[in-house]
């Protein structure tokens, strides 16, 4: 295995300069490769008729499938955030909403040819904690009745701390719920004000420990870089009355500032927002101070204690991407529920409509709620992979992809030829079929892995910076 040492440029010690070359040249705008091909693929050519026929042939000996569920609804509206949500304050179009979700659970089960096992659980959002304890309960009922839920299924609910209750979290755990991912953010009552999400310690504290007496194994917490008012004391501080509280795992995203995308975004005051310098040196301050507390960093943005299911994972290369992240779920299989969501067949990957009127009229129809989607092709699957083993492991070796896919390596001539500038910076190392991102290539694995993206060109300007 090819040792980076050599090339490293440690984070604080890189000069400015540096930083600055490396972020005009590798820190654009990229792709954070949940999917490969990603989301700006899909198109219409999937349709409802199309996913019901790749429903039916899944097979109960495939293993156990994993189901996301999304819930789209939020108390407020916290002004960075770039999920498919909105704010509701009436109870009506929520529980018109959990009925629709209930009958889709049902429609998707009468779809297949046989009944099948799941083994992995996710309610994500907007916010899970929206819907009543009955409701929360209900829907994870349905899942048991018309699927068989593994014993030692993985079931985890992305959460609200300001809006999570006692009862909530009994119904959630009495359905088998036993992970959590909490929203933080930033703990900075100034940052706080600047995204409009006010969020006491002690709700996260609360949050953290009526949870943790519900007995949920996992506990993650979602933290934000590159906000407005950030500094890098305040991250720092935020860090570690994070890690005060006992997670099990932590995310630092990067702020993915897309006002074009997301109208509410421009609420935030741009000229608070960090430069893309401080943004660089905040991730890297972050990712080498949870290295000091003895965490390990896992792909672009995750972080865990050693002894978490997590680091184990990565640590074996077992680790994998999907549409919530990285994760250790192996399922081949993941049905998507609920507006917006997306799932993954063996054939390709499929999303419902977005807009909940839609998803809404097409399950009144009957109809499966698909919107759109894309079939892979043998390429998408080669390419995917290499691009997947770059984002779990900094590294892959494109020899062993070739020889899976049945592909001669000249085929990534072309790819490789342009990790010949990233070599030269100092961000990647090639030795020979081996590709591997160097300490501070880490930071730019976006870029990287795009050099193997067939499809980049179309969409390359959707997505947010890199860094
Ligand atoms: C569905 S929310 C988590 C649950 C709950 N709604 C909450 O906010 O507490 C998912 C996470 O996405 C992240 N997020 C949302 N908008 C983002 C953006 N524009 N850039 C980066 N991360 C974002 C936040 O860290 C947020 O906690
Ligand atoms: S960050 Fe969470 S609570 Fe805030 S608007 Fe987005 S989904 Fe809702």
Redo the contacts with the bound molecule.
């Keep these: 295995m090819a040792v980076a040492t050599a090339q490293t440029i440690q984070g604080d010690k890189i000069s400015a300069e540096s930083v600055d070359r490396l972020i005009a040249a590798y820190g654009g705008r990229a792709p954070r490769y949940t999917s490969y091909p990603t989301a700006i693929q899909f198109t219409p050519a999937i349709t409802a008729r199309q996913y019901g026929a790749w429903l039916k042939g899944l097979k109960k000996e495939s293993g156990p499938l994993s189901a996301y569920l999304h819930i789209p609804f ?1 108390d407020r509206m ?1 002004w ?4 498919n ?1 909105a704010v509701v304050n009436r109870r009506g179009p929520i529980e018109d909403y959990v009925a629709r979700l209930l009958g889709e659970i049902d429609l998707v089960a009468a779809t297949l040819s046989e009944r099948l096992a799941i083994g992995n659980i996710h309610f ?6 929206m819907l009543a304890p009955d409701e929360i309960g209900a829907i994870l009922a349905r899942l048991a009745q018309r699927f068989d839920i593994t014993p030692d299924a993985e079931i985890a609910a ?5 809006t999570l209750t006692e009862q909530w979290v009994e119904a959630a755990a009495a359905g088998g719920m036993n992970r959590a ?5 930033d703990f900075d009552p100034e940052v706080q004000k600047a995204i409009n ?1 006010i ?1 006491p310690y002690e709700t996260t504290a609360r949050a953290v420990q009526l949870l943790r007496a519900a007995g949920a194994q996992s506990i993650n917490m ?3 870089y ?1 906000l407005p008012r950030q500094t890098l004391e305040g991250l720092e501080k935020t860090i570690d009355m994070a890690l005060a509280l006992g997670p099990d795992r932590l ?1 630092l ?6 006002p074009w995308m ?1 109208a509410h ?1 421009k609420l935030i005051r741009e000229e608070e927002l960090p430069g893309a310098r401080l943004r660089y040196r905040m991730q890297r301050r972050a990712a080498d101070l949870l290295e000091e507390r003895g965490w390990r960093r896992l792909g672009l943005d995750h972080f865990a204690r050693p002894d978490d299911g997590l680091a184990a994972a990565a640590a074996e290369g077992r680790m994998r991407r999907n549409f919530q992240g990285y994760t250790t779920d192996e399922a081949p299989v993941l049905i998507g529920f609920g507006a917006s969501s997306i799932g993954r067949m063996p054939q390709g990957y499929v999303q419902n409509a977005s807009a909940v009127p839609q998803w809404r009229e097409k399950l009144e129809r009957g109809e499966l709620p698909v919107a759109r989607g894309v079939e892979m092709t043998a390429d998408d699957r080669f390419r995917a992979e290499i691009i997947e083993r770059l984002m779990c492991d900094f590294a892959v070796d494109l020899a062993e992809v070739c020889a899976a896919h049945h592909r001669p390596l000249a085929d990534l001539d072309g790819s490789v030829a342009r990790l010949a500038p990233m070599q030269a910076d100092g961000i990647a190392l090639v030795h020979g079929p081996h590709v591997e991102a160097t300490q501070t290539g880490r930071d730019f694995i976006r870029s990287i892995c795009a050099v193997f993206d067939a499809h980049l060109e179309q969409g390359a300007t959707r997505h ?1 910076a890199s860094i």
Excluded at 80 to 83: A, L, R, S, T
Excluded at 253 to 258: L, P
């Design positions: 939020c916290c960075y955030c770039g999920c949500t994500g959002g907007g916010t899970p904690n992305e959460i609200d701390p300001c991912s909490l929203g933080v953010q999400r969020q979602d933290l934000i590159g995310s995203f990067g702020y993915a500032h897309v997301k975004q947010s």
